[in-house]
Structure formats: C-alpha cells, structure tokens
C-alpha cells in the first residue's frame, strides 16, 4: 500500500512559538501529522518510532539541537533530522552534517523550501517496498530475492559474493539508518577469521561498482559508517 501524507508523522522542535505554529499550519496543510516540542528535553520525551522526520531548530536554551541530534545518533537513533538554524556559516553546516544530519535550513526562510525540502529528505529516507511474491525486496529496478539470494538490476542478475549480498540486504532492509564498519562486520561476515574494519570500504566499493546507478544510493557518512539511501 502506498504510503501518503496522513502516514507520515513530523516533531518540529523549536523554543519561538512563532516558528512552530507557522511550520505546523503549512505541514498540516500538506497532510502531515505534526507533533511539537518548545525544547530539546521535550522533543526527546515525545519522539517515537512513529516520527519519520524531526524538524530541528539548532540555538535553543538548555540541550541545543546539535547536541540533541549527537545524543540521538549515539543511542542509535537514526529518525531524519532537518536542522533549522540563524547560523548559516559553513563551519556549522558542517557540523550538522557531520553529527548525523540529513539537511540544513538557514532562517529566515521560506515556507515552500521547508516544504520541498521536507518532501525530499522523506523521500531519500523512506522504507523500501517489499513486494508480495515471496521475500523479494525492491527499490527502483533494484531487487533482491532473498529465498533465491539473486540481486539483479533492471532485470538483469549481477554476481555477487555471499559477504556482498549479506551487506546490500543489510543496507536496504534498515534503509536510512547508518552502521558503523564494526556493524557491518558483525552483521553480514561470517566465520571466525579475524577481518580488518577498512576490509569494509573494500567490499563496498566493489559492491558499488557491480550494482551500477545503484551503488551512489550507497553513502559512506564520515565519522560514523555506512547507509543506504532510497530514490
């Protein structure tokens, strides 16, 4: 079943009322569920699995955003975050990006660039379809056979080790979220040998280079591992 608008759930954290009446009214014009929260502290209690994304002011009293977003991404909490943010330099874009976030809103702004931009990190960040005909995983011409363990792209079946296979399955089933080199190494090797973590950035290069246009959907975010993002 597709997914629409009423099925997807946003917390906007912010300390000015002004801001958070203003992004709910225009989100829930677009048919989101908005949940609010004037502190980091509040945010935290309120956020559920249920939220698909958090629209995240940065400079708030108490826990800033960024600190919020740190506390997050270390408990494994991986929910898409959009900062929003008066400081536009690039030194704090940076650090936004680098704590974990998805993308970076300068205030003043305007409410139809938060909205496009709210479409599109929901986009990249969505679960991919699993169809019906038996355990079959698919994101665009991208699709995995789990009974058969055949990956093919557009139809056509690409070889894969049984050590990329177990990678790629464990990208795209947890699309969005990040594993760490140590993650994957626990998660998709088997055996008792002892495996180096750069022997990660190896397999997944070569992954990215058999799956094709497929491979960019593979992100190295630095500092903290590895995610698969949808179309």
């Known amino acids: 079943m597709e997914t629409t608008n009423k099925d997807i759930s946003i917390l906007i954290v912010d300390d000015e009322i002004d801001i958070r009446e203003i992004l709910q009214f225009n989100l829930e014009n677009e048919g989101y569920k908005i949940d609010l929260a004037e502190s980091a502290e ?11 994304l958090i629209l995240l002011d ?12 740190d506390q997050l991404r270390k408990s494994g909490n991986y929910t898409p975050i959009i900062f929003l943010t008066a400081k536009d330099t690039e030194n704090d874009m940076l650090t936004g990006f680098s704590i974990g976030g998805d993308d970076y809103i300068s ?8 909205i496009a931009r709210v479409k599109t990190v929901l986009k990249r ?3 991919p379809v699993q169809t019906n005909q038996g355990d079959i995983l698919s994101i665009g011409n991208l699709s995995i056979d789990m009974d058969m363990k055949i990956v093919s792209v557009s139809g056509k079946p690409i070889e894969l080790t049984k050590t990329e296979f177990n990678i790629l399955t464990l990208l795209v089933k947890n699309t969005g979220k ?5 993650d ?12 180096l973590e750069r022997t990660v950035d ?3 290069a070569r ?20 995610n698969f993002v949808s179309e």
Do not use: C, Q
């Open 125 to 127: 960040t969505a679960l």
């Open 184 to 195: 994957i190494l626990a998660k998709a090797w088997e055996g008792d040998g002892i495996v």
């Open 42 to 52: 509040e945010a935290i209690k309120k956020l559920t699995p249920d939220h698909k």
């Open 178 to 182: 990040v594993f760490s080199r140590s």
């Open 207 to 226: 992954l990215r280079k058999k799956i094709g246009a497929y491979g960019d959907h593979i992100v190295n975010r630095t500092g903290y591992g590895y």
């Open 58 to 69: 940065v400079m708030m009293g108490g826990i800033s955003g960024f600190k919020m977003a």
């Open 107 to 114: 205030k003043p702004f305007s409410i139809k660039e938060v």
């Open 202 to 204: 190896v397999h997944i």
